[in-house]
């Protein structure tokens, strides 16, 4: 059974770049589609965008500017950052198998914008 | 962009009850690339249903998903003390993947 955990800083400043990772564990990388979504807190869920294994990406028009996504293949790990970040970015951040319906998720990580 | 509405916005019910839950798309969802997820308070997304009404692997035969087109609705048939919580559909039929605002079904 596929386990995902992100990682990354819990408090990051306004205008700086939100950097986060997932390492994926008990499966491989390759041949799957990898996301990531966001939950600020008390709200709904919001979609960041996807990669696949290869590093094809699509991202959410709403973010695109200031999203990457990329994937290291040998650490098995896929990472999300986020430039130019403000207090509206405060968020739990879960990295998820699938690119359509999201099938297996990690427990998610706090990411706080504030300085 | 889709726009996943749900109604109602909280149901107030009781153990053994039967919950119905609805989203409404502001158009047709393709293929019925629709998906229901369950989330209980200070855990992750949990999936229940894909394709509108295949429920995922481990997801109890309560849970049941129905509907095409702009109309879908996850129904459980009797509620159990660990259904309380909040449900979320979710669109995959075009980009971006959109989610409904939530449904939370609470405790009458």
């Known amino acids: 059974q596929v386990q995902l955990q992100e990682s990354g800083p819990g408090l990051v400043k306004p205008s700086e770049t939100l950097s986060l990772t997932c390492t994926v564990s008990g499966g491989s990388i390759s041949n799957n589609y990898w996301s990531w979504i966001r939950q600020p807190p008390g709200k709904g869920l919001e979609w960041i965008g996807y990669?696949?294994?290869?590093?094809?990406?699509d991202y959410n028009p709403s973010l695109k500017s200031r999203v990457t996504i990329s994937v290291d293949l040998s650490m098995n790990q896929f990472s999300l950052k986020l430039t130019s970040v403000t207090a509206a970015d405060t968020a739990v951040y879960f990295c998820?198998?699938?690119?359509?319906?999201?099938?297996?998720w990690g427990m998610g990580t706090t990411v706080t914008v504030s300085s | 962009e889709i726009v996943l509405t749900q109604s109602p916005g909280t149901l107030s019910l009781s153990p053994g009850e039967r919950a119905t839950l609805s989203c409404r798309a502001s158009q047709s969802v393709g293929s019925s690339y629709l998906a229901w997820y369950q989330q209980r308070p200070g855990q992750a997304p949990r999936l229940l249903i894909y394709g509108a009404s295949s429920r995922a692997t481990g997801i109890p035969d309560r849970f049941s998903g129905s509907g095409s087109g702009t109309d879908f609705t996850l129904t459980i048939s009797r509620l159990e003390p660990e259904d309380f919580a909040v449900y979320y559909c979710q669109q995959y039929g075009s980009s971006p993947r959109t989610f409904g605002q939530g449904t939370k079904v609470e405790i009458k």
């Open positions: 998820v198998l699938g690119w359509g319906y999201m099938d297996v």
């Open positions: 990669i696949y294994y290869s590093g094809s990406t």
